[in-house]
């Protein structure tokens, strides 16, 4: 078992640029050699594309990409590989969900429910499919220190509410959401749901039976993955009745013309044309790397930089902490009074410090709060007690440099 003490050794980025605190990993995290290493290895001596050919290298590569998605399942416990889709990123399953399975089973008039603390990848499919098919939107709202319990949940719901899209965990505040209890109580009224756990499997062990999830999302580069790589569980008998996303090869039994294409089963039928090997064989081997860690040593870790900044950022004054609801993970969303979040997060960067600014992709949450943004510090298993003085200190020159009155 390798320890987060150690783990800032593993990416080639800081033995690079050794005094970097990057701070913006709830975006795109940074890659461990290990990962990078197996992507080398595959292109170099196993590439080849896949399925379809009866040469021993495109075998292996077939066998890697397939194992990958074994991986994929053992890690977030799904109870069946073919329950695993591969996908461009946690918004293309997001995608494929509405023009499948919500698409061909919701009716005009029906409704979807989403929460005001949405990443806009799962709010926007559900706008475009709720215009095209006569649907309603509701949303829950959030408390106001970043919270959402279920209570909020059942305030919200309305009969005609078929679907929820819900995140695991919020991108914007950290907040994590108590998504079995939602998943239950939909489950309760009728309802299916997908949950995006983007951030989630990054921070905690996530088990998609246990949860009772119809779909879980999630990306391969916030996970110390390559870029250009998901997931997407679906419960394995949701699976036969969900008709495919896109046409073209390798997702079909036969083809006649001018009309008469069967579909190969799932899930083969949503992976039409050849897919990202390589980025299967990245994501499988983050997965493992990841997992040579205690996952309660990690949460404990990135609390302990998370709460360190909450704290030492407070003394300085005229901040304001966004989403301090328990339970929460990793992620740092402040505000400075009197000072634009860009300003801020130049100067940090002038200072080495990395962080995201801005609305997160999360603009009905930022109007929920009477905020047009904020400055978001996400930690990861490479940071350090350093990074976090770094960005206090950065934070307090900026704070002398465009608020002189400011101590």
């Keep these: 078992m390798l320890s987060v003490q150690n783990a800032r050794s593993l990416f080639p980025l800081f033995k690079a640029q050794p005094d970097l605190a990057f701070l913006d990993s709830a975006a795109s995290a940074q890659k461990a050699q290990a990962v990078l290493d197996a992507m080398d290895e595959f292109q170099k001596h196993d590439y080849a594309n896949i399925h379809r050919g009866l040469y021993g290298l495109s075998q292996r590569a077939t066998q890697a990409y397939e194992d990958a998605r074994a991986t994929v399942a ?21 995608n494929l969900v509405a023009q499948t399975w919500v698409k061909q089973n919701l009716q005009k008039g029906d409704a979807i429910l989403l929460t005001v603390l949405e990443h806009h990848a799962n709010i926007v499919p559900w706008q475009m499919l709720a215009q095209e098919k006569g649907l309603d939107i509701i949303v829950a709202d959030c408390c106001d220190d970043g919270s959402l319990p279920l209570e909020n949940i059942q305030k919200a719901w309305q009969p005609n509410v078929k679907f929820v899209a819900c995140t695991h965990m919020s991108n914007a505040l950290g907040t994590i959401l108590p998504a079995q209890e939602i998943t239950k109580y939909a489950h309760q009224n009728g309802a299916k749901i997908l949950l995006d756990g983007s951030q989630t499997v990054v921070h905690s062990s996530v088990d998609v039976q246990a949860l009772n999830a119809d779909f879980y999302a999630f990306t391969g580069h916030k ?9 997407l569980y679906v419960k394995p008998e949701l699976l036969e009745n969900m008709p495919p ?33 390589v980025g299967a064989v990245g994501l499988a081997a983050a997965i493992k790397f990841i997992q040579q860690f205690d996952t309660t040593e990690i949460q404990q870790h990135e609390a302990t930089l998370a709460n360190t900044a909450i704290e030492k950022l407070q003394t300085l004054g005229s901040i304001t902490i966004h989403g ?7 992620i740092v969303s402040f505000t400075v009074d009197g000072a634009h979040p860009h300003d801020i997060a130049t100067i940090l960067d002038e200072c080495n410090v990395a962080v995201r600014t801005g609305h997160h ?32 200190n950065g934070v307090k020159q900026a704070q002398k440099l465009l608020l002189p009155k400011v101590s």
Excluded: H, W
């Design 361 to 392: 992709c999360a603009m009905p949450l930022m109007e929920r709060l009477g905020i047009t943004g904020t400055i978001r510090a996400s930690f990861a298993i490479y940071n350090t007690l350093q990074d976090v003085e770094k960005l206090v």
């Design 324 to 330: 301090l609801a328990e339970p929460r993970a990793s």
């Design 245 to 277: 996303y896109q046409g073209g090869g390798d997702m079909i039994e036969t083809v006649t013309l001018p009309m008469g294409t069967t579909y190969a089963p799932a899930p083969a039928r949503f992976e039409a044309g050849t897919p990202n090997i």
């Design 74 to 94: 053992s890690f977030i416990n799904a109870p069946t590989t073919d329950s695993i889709i591969f996908t461009r990123n946690t918004t293309e399953a997001i």
């Design 223 to 231: 996970l110390y993955g390559p870029t250009g790589i998901g997931a």
